[in-house]
C-alpha cells in the first residue's frame, strides 16, 4: 500500500469514528477519543479490506495503487475501509467504557 492509501485510510478513519460517535450517544469517547479510536480503526480495516481485496476485479486496483497510481476504485475502496473499520473500532470501544462504568458504578 502506498502513502496516499495510507493517508486516506487515516482520514476516513477519523471521519468513520466521529460520524459514529455523533449517531451512537450512548458509545460516545468525545471528538478526540472517536478521532484517535476511529484512526486506529481506520488503518486496520483499510488494510483489511485491501487483503481481502487481492484478488479479481480489485487486483486491477490494487496493482494500480501499489504501482504510485491512485484510481477511483482504489480512493473509494480505502474510504470505504478506513471509514467502517473507524466506526467499527469506535463503537466497541465506546461499548467496553460503558460496560466498565456500569459495573463500577
Given at each position: ?68 497510481g491512485m484510481d477511483m476504485s482504489s ?7 478506513g471509514g467502517v473499520g ?20
Amino acid at each position: 500500500m502506498n502513502v496516499m492509501g495510507i493517508v486516506t485510510d487515516l482520514i476516513a478513519g477519523g471521519v468513520g469514528g466521529n460520524i459514529a460517535g455523533a449517531l451512537l450517544k450512548k458509545f460516545d469517547l468525545g471528538p478526540i477519543g472517536n478521532t484517535v479510536a476511529g484512526i486506529v480503526g481506520g488503518v486496520g480495516g483499510g488494510q483489511l479490506l485491501s487483503i481481502l481485496m487481492s484478488g479479481g476485479a480489485a487486483a486491477a486496483a490494487t496493482t494500480a495503487a501499489s504501482s504510485g497510481g491512485m484510481d477511483m476504485s482504489s480512493i473509494l475502496g480505502n474510504v470505504a475501509g478506513g471509514g467502517v473499520g473507524g466506526a467499527i473500532v469506535m463503537a466497541v470501544i465506546g461499548l467496553v467504557k460503558a460496560q466498565m462504568s456500569k459495573s463500577t458504578t
